[in-house]
Nanobody, 115 residues
């Protein structure tokens, strides 16, 4: 059974930083592309950042230069560092593990940025 567990969300002032973690069990973590998505209130879920098994990372334009995705295959964990946060970054952040159509989601962690 696959378990995807996010942690690290919270309330932060604009300009502040947060670190999110996503630990996955039940899969061969190193072969999966790991992604962070977010769903702002009343909006659709959107891709924030992805990192492939080969450590190639991509970012949404809205977070480039502010967010950093990383992974530690030895710990079955992916990370998202959120810097220079803005109120528009307020959302539930979800971790996703994907490999050849096999997709696993976490339960989400709330990030709230106050102005």
């Amino acid at each position: 059974q696959v378990h995807v567990v996010e942690s690290g969300g919270g309330l932060v002032q604009a300009g502040g930083s947060l670190g999110l973690s996503c630990t996955v069990s039940g899969i061969i973590f190193r072969i999966y592309t790991m992604g962070w998505y977010r769903q702002p209130p009343g909006k659709q879920r959107e891709l924030v950042a992805q990192i492939t098994s080969g450590d190639y990372s991509t970012y949404a334009d809205s977070v480039k230069g502010r967010f950093t995705i990383a992974r530690d295959d030895a710990k079955n964990t992916a990370y998202l560092r959120l810097n220079s946060l803005k109120p528009d970054d307020t959302a539930v952040y979800y971790c996703n593990a994907e490999y050849l159509g096999h997709t696993h989601w976490g339960q989400g962690t709330q990030v709230t940025v106050s102005s």
